[in-house]
């Protein structure tokens, strides 16, 4: 199998394998005993804590701990309505990851007023459509730093800037971009971020949020004390240690390995096109995660295509489903009339990635491509 599918999830990396494994055998103690066993998890715990703080320029203190992305964007945006009940407007984009999309509509349900700024048609939101949605007491923006689909990266620290000249908190969703591209938080200037464990080679059901010192945030679950009293609970120790050690690894090849995937994303786009004419690709040609590709193959669905060749494990997007002539939901918000946005592929690259099968993953796609019928002036997608 060749796995271009890294935007959906990753390997967990043999490093963070071996970190977290004592965690799962003899390191069993509760972080919150004061014997021996209990002080040995508590120290790996606040290890990991800073490894995490410091690939995204922050102070140890200031992250939490959750059970992934969608708790930690859940607990930014419901976190912070609640602390404000003055504060009811939230302003977030047309483009956003089902985590914040939902929990928006869940808010507004509860009375909180919601703006969706639209989308250009390269895939990034403008931040002067986002000052315009602002009001005079607005509680929160909410922007992903880059969409899990499309790929494009948006102007996050400008849309920060101008949402803090009307006082409102700024949260980001960046599993898509930690140990891809750079993040600082400082730089960014927000003052939420989520971080998605299983997008940068740790496991599925450890993430955290980035929480900016004096940023009110009401807590969703009673319990315990757990991490600062936001998210009380047993520590998820093996989990939160794997997620520092992968951030650990992430902050030490991220210039190296961005080079490398995008290098290696740019040679599959350039195949591609040689074999097929009229390819299209979407999103901003720059301005977009280093390793991922969202491409319409003419006259043909992105689903079928896939299906032709089970060798690739490669996504149609998460909201377009293998098979679905549904037209997808993330090139309607960019303008891409229906009939286009039927059956795109994302090929998304990582660290096991290689040359060869790039080289090889190009050839099967534009074979299937052809088998398959398909014309580059065809009118229909089959």
């Given amino acids: 199998m060749i796995y271009l599918d890294y935007n959906a999830t990753t390997p967990v990396a043999p490093d963070v394998l071996e970190a977290m494994l004592p965690f799962l055998r003899e390191g069993y103690g509760n972080p919150s005993s004061s014997h021996m066993a209990g002080r040995s998890a508590r120290e790996a715990i606040e290890g990991a804590r800073t490894h995490v703080a410091e690939l995204i320029g922050a102070c140890a203190e200031e992250i939490v701990f959750t059970s992934g992305g969608t708790e930690a964007t859940n607990m930014a945006l419901r976190g912070v309505v609640l602390a404000q009940p003055h504060r009811r407007h939230i302003v977030t984009s047309s483009f956003e990851h089902p985590a914040t999309a939902e929990t928006c509509f869940l808010l507004e349900g509860q009375g909180a007023r919601v703006t969706r700024v639209g989308v250009a048609s390269d895939g990034r939101i403008r931040a002067e459509d986002v000052a315009r949605a602002l009001d005079e007491e607005p509680a929160l923006v909410s922007v992903m730093h880059a969409n899990n689909e499309i790929g494009t990266i948006q102007p996050i620290a400008e849309i920060s800037r101008l949402a803090k000249k009307k006082d409102a ?146 996504s149609t997007g998460s909201a377009c489903h293998s098979g679905s002539n549904g037209a997808c939901a993330s090139l309607l918000a960019i303008g891409v009339e229906p009939p286009q946005a039927v059956g795109p592929v994302r090929l ?35």
């Fill in 348 to 382: 998304s690259l990582g660290r096991g990635t290689t040359v060869n099968e790039i080289e090889q993953a190009a050839e099967m796609l534009a074979a299937a491509w052809r088998r398959l019928g398909a014309k580059s002036s065809a009118p229909r997608l089959t």
């Fill in 169 to 314: 908190v700024v949260h980001t969703d960046a599993a898509q971009t930690l140990g891809k591209i750079p993040v600082d938080v400082d730089a960014l200037g927000v003052d939420l971020l989520t971080i998605a464990g299983h997008k940068l080679c740790a496991p599925k059901g450890i993430g955290a949020l980035y929480i900016r010192r004096d940023t009110a945030l009401e807590r969703l679950l009673a319990g315990a004390g757990h991490e600062r009293g936001l998210r009380p609970g047993t520590e998820n120790v093996a989990g939160i240690v794997a997620l520092g050690k992968a951030c650990e690894i992430a902050e030490r090849d991220l210039i190296s390995e961005q080079m490398r995937l995008r290098g290696l994303r740019d040679h599959l786009l350039a195949k591609l096109r040689a074999a097929i004419d009229d390819l299209v690709l979407h999103g901003h040609a720059t301005d977009r995660l280093p390793n991922t590709l969202f491409l319409s193959f003419p006259g043909v669905n992105g689903g079928r295509l896939l299906d032709a060749v089970p060798e690739i494990a490669a």
